[in-house]
């Protein structure tokens, strides 16, 4: 191999339990999800069989308790899993990073006794989970949807539209925000709904202009009764519950454009290095060398924020302005960087021959999913200057 060619990440991990993980998640992109990436994306085709072999392999449950089938990885670990899957393809990072905001309000605010009936099978039983807050009308002011569970002896009954559900139509279970009482964020509550439960169906999934592979659709309740066994914390607890699950989303997120930007650059590097013009490789010329250097310096500004705010997570310090910040600057950095890659590899790079297009259509969509940067930038001016006062 050239010396000059792009080379594996290299990473400050904290055990050598967590290096072998590395070298295992690393082995399975190589061996099971980099080679068919593009004919699937292309294709459409969502790769449930490679969730199995995650969830086989215990990379499904990361972050959690060893006590109820988890790996009990820092943030710190699983966030460099979700980069490298996510270099691989993003379909997989992004859905392994989904499936973990699923896990997240059971395993932090559901009963011991919820907790053991649930968790193994969704930490590591081969199951699929989806988190279901946004609706037609409420993206951004997620506050302010309208999807009703309405108390009905020992069951809660569930009527209501959900939009934009990354798995939707193909998760075993869906954590689902519903409103219990008044308006407000305090009316809201938290359930853990089958994927097979009688009367939820899934739209016809929407046409994207990238990350194909993963189904987005409209769920669609219609009277779902659902147990109260099946209620997670206390009855209006709901979006709190939401929102400590959106802080440690966005630092997947954030690890996952990381992931997006890093094969865009590989790619853009390996490139510049093959292709001679003028009888030197175009990697010789400033102004090509000057876009590779900008490039490689926002994936390690990038990298060491979402580090930076997992580190506090893990030692139990707020953290919830800093995933914005990771949110916001790496996703903005995958965008700039898959943009340049296509610009690195000129008119190759506008052609599906070449990945590079299709990661900088994938980047797009992370701008804006668990909430858009301008979103984030409303979260990290409150912290610095308070509630605005309007």
């Known amino acids: 191999m050239n010396d000059r060619a792009p080379q594996p990440v290299e990473r400050q991990l904290p055990t050598e339990e967590s290096r072998d993980l590395l070298a295992l998640v690393r082995e399975i992109a190589q061996r099971e999800i980099r080679p068919r990436a593009a004919e699937e994306?292309?294709?459409?085709?969502?790769?449930?069989?490679?969730?199995?072999?995650?969830?086989?392999?215990?990379?499904?449950?990361?972050?959690?308790?060893?006590?109820?089938?988890?790996?009990?990885?820092?943030?710190?670990?699983?966030?460099?899993?979700?980069?490298?899957?996510?270099?691989?393809?993003?379909?997989?990072?992004?859905?392994?990073?989904?499936?973990?905001?699923?896990?997240?309000?059971?395993?932090?605010?559901?009963?011991?006794?919820?907790?053991?009936?649930?968790?193994?099978?969704?930490?590591?039983?081969?199951?699929?989970?989806?988190?279901?807050?946004?609706?037609?009308?409420?993206g951004s002011d997620a506050a302010s949807l309208s999807t009703k569970a309405v108390p009905d002896g020992d069951d809660w009954v569930i009527t209501g539209t959900k939009a934009w559900i990354t798995h939707g139509g193909v998760a075993d279970f869906y954590t689902v925000l519903a409103r219990t009482g008044g308006e407000g964020p305090k009316g809201i509550t938290a359930f853990l709904v089958p994927g097979d439960a009688e009367g939820l169906t899934a739209a016809v999934p929407e046409k994207k202009m990238g990350l194909k592979g993963s189904p987005t659709a409209q769920l669609h309740f219609?009277?779902?009764?659902?147990?109260?066994?099946?209620?997670?914390?206390?009855?209006?607890?709901?979006?709190?519950?939401?929102?400590?699950?959106?802080?440690?989303?966005?630092?997947?997120?954030?690890?996952?454009?990381?992931?997006?930007?890093?094969?865009?650059?590989?790619?853009?590097?390996?490139?510049a290095l093959d292709r001679k013009q003028?009888?030197?490789?175009?990697?010789?010329?400033?102004?090509?060398?000057?876009?590779?250097?900008?490039?490689?310096?926002?994936?390690?500004?990038?990298?060491?924020?979402?580090?930076?705010?997992?580190?506090?997570?893990?030692?139990?310090?707020?953290?919830?302005?800093?995933?914005?910040?990771?949110?916001?600057?790496?996703?903005?950095?995958?965008?700039?960087?898959?943009?340049?890659?296509?610009?690195?590899?000129?008119?190759y790079g506008y052609t599906a021959d070449f990945p590079v297009e299709r990661l900088m259509r994938e980047a797009k969509v992370l701008q804006i999913v668990e909430g858009t940067n301008q979103i984030q930038r409303m979260v990290i001016a409150r912290h610095l200057a308070g509630p605005e006062s309007r």
Do not use: N, W
């Open 41 to 138: 994306e292309d294709a459409g085709r969502f790769p449930r069989e490679v969730f199995a072999l995650l969830s086989d392999s215990g990379l499904l449950g990361l972050p959690y308790d060893g006590e109820f089938g988890g790996g009990e990885q820092p943030y710190e670990v699983y966030l460099q899993v979700l980069e490298e899957l996510a270099a691989a393809r993003l379909t997989v990072g992004l859905g392994v990073s989904v499936h973990s905001l699923a896990c997240h309000g059971l395993a932090g605010y559901g009963s011991k006794e919820q907790q053991a009936a649930h968790l193994p099978a969704m930490l590591g039983g081969g199951l699929l989970g989806a988190y279901c807050l946004s609706e037609p009308a409420a």
């Open 222 to 271: 219609d009277g779902v009764r659902v147990p109260d066994a099946r209620r997670i914390g206390e009855e209006g607890q709901g979006f709190t519950i939401a929102l400590a699950a959106l802080d440690a989303g966005r630092l997947g997120i954030a690890a996952c454009a990381i992931g997006v930007a890093q094969a865009a650059m590989d790619e853009a590097l390996t490139y």
């Open 278 to 347: 003028f009888g030197h490789p175009i990697a010789d010329f400033q102004g090509l060398r000057f876009m590779l250097a900008d490039m490689a310096t926002k994936i390690e500004a990038g990298r060491s924020l979402y580090l930076a705010a997992a580190r506090l997570r893990d030692a139990g310090k707020p953290f919830s302005r800093q995933a914005a910040m990771a949110k916001l600057f790496c996703t903005d950095a995958a965008m700039a960087v898959t943009t340049d890659a296509v610009q690195v590899l000129g008119g």
